[in-house]
């Protein structure tokens, strides 16, 4: 089992930033993949961001230039670095991992919320 902590979301106005962290315990040892999903009200959810093992990082379009996302393999967490918020970045923002146990599990956040408003 991998459990997974969640922080570092508030309230910013258009155009600030944030930096959620995720940090990841127990069966640590096999995670293939670490990322972020956001879901808002009535909306689905979607992938924003990920990043492999071996460094490999893919983003959504709509954040690309705007978020980063970073792994610390000694901390065992990940990051999103948000920049140039916009209202449409608002949402609920969980973090997810992909552990490789013979066939691909899923593990989640209890999301953390950011809410973008002037």
């Known amino acids: 089992q991998v459990q997974l902590v969640e922080s570092g979301g508030g309230l910013v106005q258009p155009g600030g930033s944030l930096t959620l962290s995720c940090a990841a315990s127990?069966?640590?040892?096999?995670?293939?993949?670490m990322g972020w999903y956001r879901q808002a009200p009535g909306k689905q959810r979607e992938l924003v961001a990920t990043?492999?093992?071996?460094?490999?990082?893919d983003y959504t379009d709509s954040v690309k230039g705007r978020f980063t996302i970073s792994r610390d393999g000694a901390k065992n967490t990940v990051y999103l670095n948000m920049n140039s918020l916009k209202p449409e970045d608002t949402a609920v923002y969980y973090c997810?991992?992909?552990?490789?146990?013979?066939?691909?599990?899923?593990?989640w956040g209890q999301g953390t919320q950011v809410t973008v408003s002037s």
């Open positions: 990043v492999s093992i071996d460094g490999r990082t």
């Open positions: 127990g069966s640590i040892f096999s995670i293939s993949v």
């Open positions: 997810n991992v992909k552990r490789l146990a013979g066939g691909y599990l899923n593990y």
